[in-house]
Nanobody, 113 residues
Framework: QEQLVESGGGWVQPGGSLTLSCTYSGRIFSWSEIEWYRQAPGQQREWVARIRSDRTTWYADSVKGRFTISRDNAKKTVSLQMNSLKPEDTALYLC???????WGQGTQVTVSS
């Protein structure tokens, strides 16, 4: 069964940067399509970004131009580079394999001064 493990979260001041990683185990990673979601307390889970096996990417309007999703098939890892962070980016960030029930446990990102 596929497993997804997120890492890289933490606390950062507004305007700062963080890079999250999602490490994948199981099956053939190079074929997988991976997404990042986020969920703030008391709010619905929000889709953030997706990367396809051919490295085509999509972003939510709220993060476009600030976040970059990328993948390293050799390391079976998808990264989310987050720049110009805002307090409203504070959330639990989760990775998900598109089209499957596979989710990670999440990594917390807190943006505050």
């Amino acid at each position: 069964q596929e497993q997804l493990v997120e890492s890289g979260g933490g606390w950062v001041q507004p305007g700062g940067s963080l890079t999250l990683s999602c490490t994948y185990s199981g099956r053939i990673f190079s074929w997988s399509e991976i997404e990042w979601y986020r969920q703030a307390p008391g709010q619905q889970r929000e889709w953030v970004a997706r990367i396809r096996s051919d490295r085509t990417t999509w972003y939510a309007d709220s993060v476009k131009g600030r976040f970059t999703i990328s993948r390293d098939n050799a390391k079976k890892t998808v990264s989310l580079q987050m720049n110009s962070l805002k307090p409203e980016d504070t959330a639990l960030y989760l990775c998900h394999e598109y089209g499957t029930p596979s989710w990670g446990q999440g990594t917390q990102v807190t943006v505050s001064s």
